[in-house]
């Protein structure tokens, strides 16, 4: 294996009701239109080595996912990212790409930013309901899983949640005129059992009857390392870039002081 390429992608618009399966099919065959060199694994039927990382779930927008690839030949990150963008459905678009140089890059995907778009609702009936929920100590909600319902509390992992309004929305051309829309910004870390934006949208619910009269439009903005001093998430590919530009090109450092040092830089919280 000769090197290995992070990339950050998106997920918009009518894409965002794309399956994870459905992604991977459509990522491939664009590998395999842009010529790309890569490796692959043993086997009977071997498949194409890219990791993919916290991929957000079906029906929700994204600004920030995450995926690793495997080359047997190097090729320059950007030149790569722009060759599989001409393959590539328009709203799944590489919004960037670095040569990993630190590894663990699952282990900085530690919580995420979230928009919640909510139709029909008053931004003061939503800053009332978000006040109610970051008020209680608990906030159990239930989720279907293969097992059956599961009951868990929603409350612990979110770190903030906020009520916006309308001018607050990351894309400009969803921005409502002049009916009703609340905007909540969620920051949420990465826990187990996960919790998603509808588990939190479950105990707004529970907690207020904050209930939209439609389904709420769910988007990742950012996610990454939670950086407990400042309260924002980190950019996960920070410490890959530093180490590039701090490092000969035939180095490949591996060091966990070095990637909590880069993973400082912010994330921007808004479309790439």
Not at 248 to 265: E, N, V, Y
Request: with cysteine; glycine share 6%; aromatic share 4%.
């Amino acid at each position: 294996m000769a090197q290995r390429i992070r990339l950050r992608y998106t997920k918009r618009g009518r894409l965002r009701f794309t399956s994870h399966r459905d992604f991977q099919r459509a990522f491939e065959r664009a590998l395999r239109r842009a010529e790309v060199p890569m490796a692959y694994s043993a086997g009977f039927t071997p498949h194409p080595k890219v990791s993919y990382a916290n991929a957000a779930p079906t029906g929700t927008g994204s600004e920030a996912e995450y995926l690793e690839i495997a080359l047997t030949e190097p090729r320059d990150p950007q030149k790569l990212r722009e060759l599989l963008n001409e393959s590539l459905p328009a709203g799944l678009d590489i919004t960037d790409a670095v040569e990993a140089r630190v590894s663990g890059l699952a282990d900085r995907l530690t919580a995420s930013v979230w928009e919640l778009r909510l139709d029909g609702v008053e931004t003061a009936d939503a800053e009332r309901a978000a006040a109610a929920f970051r008020a209680a100590e608990t906030v159990e909600v239930q989720r279907r899983t293969k097992n059956g319902m599961r009951t868990f509390d929603a409350r612990a992992a979110v770190v903030s949640l906020d009520a916006l309004g309308p001018e607050a929305l990351a894309s400009v051309a969803d921005r409502p005129t002049d009916k009703p829309c609340a905007i909540l910004r969620l920051v949420v870390r990465h826990v187990t059992p996960a919790v998603r934006p509808d588990d939190v949208l479950s105990g707004l619910r529970a907690v207020a009857d904050l209930a939209p009269p439609v389904p709420a439009a769910v988007t990742r903005l950012a996610q990454g390392l939670f950086d407990d001093e400042t309260g924002t998430v980190t950019d996960p590919l920070a410490p890959d870039r530093e180490a590039v530009t701090a490092a000969p090109a035939d180095r490949h450092p591996d060091s966990g002081a070095a990637a909590a040092a880069a993973a400082k830089a912010p994330v921007p919280e808004g479309p790439a």
